[in-house]
């Protein structure tokens, strides 16, 4: 076990230096950079279903997905204008330092040491997540107090182990890390036994599970051992890119919360509310001040829905994920959803 976490930490350790000396010649000029392109590229996570993955014509879908295709609205007026990288965990910090790609949205938590010392800025919080753990319900499990002796499987990279010893170790409860570079063989080695426990966020958890042959077979645990905000990141030392990957996420929330939708936007355009006039471009010129058309935020909700629409198509209860929207719910509702204002 201990030679898994030494592997584990090094990796760590080797990423935190890259950041030190890869200054990306990019790291002001983003917008840019993507004009010229003509295409945001946007890493994303490879296979996790309701998050990204690729359907049976082998195009993108899912919830981080969409949060690409809504800043290639807000930049372009259109949502197809963007290539989506797959990105396994232990490299997605370098495919955005390195400038293999222009944002990450790929349910990534947003920590003190990735903020710090990994070159990178976090844009606000799109699903408030906890690390969970699932088991086959063969094992007879109730609680995570009952893992001991356990082998966990775990993925590097992440802050799933850290996690795992916080949690555990106060409370003398010993397991064994499995660790899998690549995330096919850490569900399959799930899914056949060779792990007792697999572990990251819930969502994950719900994805992973959604990918099972027998979905039935496996249970969540109730314990949530962890905090994972999972953010959209860019590369610090943006602020303009920065700016506009944060205000096209707050957008899609505050058009959720001033009831603006896919189908009624163009009846919004009429609305009496000045801030509804400024998001939507009608007055004002929030656009300009971003470099963009003023038209930004229109194009992102019209195209994608606003914030309660996506996750409702990719993650809601009619989905395979079935989730409820709990602390994903908007402020106003009892969640810890919220945007700044649109003045
Ligand atoms: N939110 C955590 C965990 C991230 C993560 O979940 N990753 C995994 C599972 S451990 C993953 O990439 N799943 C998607 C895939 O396999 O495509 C982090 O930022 O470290």
Redesign the pocket.
């Known amino acids: 076990m201990s030679k898994f976490i030494t592997k584990v930490v090094a990796f760590g350790l080797a990423a935190a230096a890259f950041s030190v000396f890869a200054a990306p010649a990019s790291a002001q000029a983003t917008l840019e950079a993507v004009r010229k392109r003509g295409k945001v590229l946007c890493g994303v996570?490879?296979?996790?279903p309701g998050?990204?993955y690729a359907d049976d014509k082998g195009v993108r879908q899912g919830f981080d997905v969409d949060v690409c295709r809504a800043v290639s609205s807000a930049v372009f007026g259109a949502p197809d204008k963007v290539d989506f990288v797959?990105l396994?965990?232990n490299v997605r910090f370098q495919g955005l330092q390195s400038g293999e790609v222009d944002l990450l949205s790929?349910?990534?938590?947003a920590t003190f040491s990735r903020d710090t010392s990994l070159g990178l800025d976090f844009a606000p919080v799109v699903f408030y997540?906890g690390q969970g753990l699932m088991v086959s319900t063969k094992l007879g499990v109730k609680s995570a107090s009952e893992l001991s002796q356990s082998a966990v499987c775990?993925?590097p990279?992440?802050?799933?182990l850290q996690n795992l010893e916080d949690y555990f170790k106060p409370r003398n409860i010993k397991y064994e890390a499995v660790v899998f570079e690549n995330?096919?063989e850490?569900?399959n080695a799930f899914f056949s036994g060779r792990c007792d426990v697999i572990?990251?966020?819930r969502s994950?958890l719900a994805?992973v599970r959604a990918i099972a042959n027998d979905p039935k077979q496996y249970v969540i645990l109730p314990e949530t051992i962890s905090k994972?905000p999972?953010a959209p990141v860019v590369r610090q030392n943006d602020s303009n890119w920065r700016d506009i990957v944060s205000w096209t996420v707050n957008a899609l929330i505050a058009a959720e919360e001033y009831g603006i939708t896919k189908g009624n936007i163009d009846e919004q355009l009429n609305s009496k509310d000045p801030e509804v006039q400024r998001l939507l471009g009608v007055n004002g010129d929030l656009g300009k001040m971003l470099s963009l058309d003023n038209k930004w935020a229109y194009n992102a909700i019209k195209q994608l829905g606003n914030y309660g629409e996506l996750f409702e198509r990719h993650l809601g209860e009619k989905t395979p994920l079935g989730l409820t929207r709990g602390p994903n719910q908007l402020w106003n509702k009892g969640g810890l959803i919220y945007s700044p204002p649109f003045r």
């Open positions: 996570s490879p296979t996790a998050f990204s797959p396994n965990t790929r349910q990534t938590t997540d775990i993925l990279g992440t802050t799933t995330p096919d850490w569900r572990t990251t966020d994950d994805s994972e999972l």
